[in-house]
Nanobody, 116 residues
Framework: QVHLVESGGGLVQAGGSLRLSCVAS????????MGWYRQSSGKQRELVAT???????TYADSMRGRFTITADKAQNTIYLQIDSLKPEDTAVYYC????WGFGILSGQGTQVTVSS
């Protein structure tokens, strides 16, 4: 099994920045790729970005430019840097891991609230 714990969310003013972290533990070798998703109130969950074990990154088209996904393999951690935050970025941000054998797993999420 893989356990994911997100952190770094909070209340920030528009124009500010945040860096979210997601630490993975457990069967790390089973992880194929990890990613960040977000869900705003009343909306469907949407992809932000993914990163695989070779550090290849993908971004949702609408997320290019202000969102940067990185990984520290030694720390089993991925990050999401969000710059120039907008009120519409307010959401719960989830870390997901696609694994061999355990399917797709999610963390508990971290709330990001952007005030105007």
């Amino acid at each position: 099994q893989v356990h994911l714990v997100e952190s770094g969310g909070g209340l920030v003013q528009a124009g500010g920045s945040l860096r979210l972290s997601c630490v993975a533990s457990g069967s790390i070798s089973s992880i194929r790729y990890m990613g960040w998703y977000r869900q705003s109130s009343g909306k469907q969950r949407e992809l932000v970005a993914t990163i695989d074990t070779a550090q290849r990154k993908t971004y949702a088209d609408s997320m290019r430019g202000r969102f940067t996904i990185t990984a520290d393999k030694a720390q089993n951690t991925i990050y999401l840097q969000i710059d120039s935050l907008k009120p519409e970025d307010t959401a719960v941000y989830y870390c997901d891991a696609a694994t061999w054998g355990f399917g797709i797993l999610s963390g508990q999420g971290t709330q990001v609230t952007v005030s105007s």
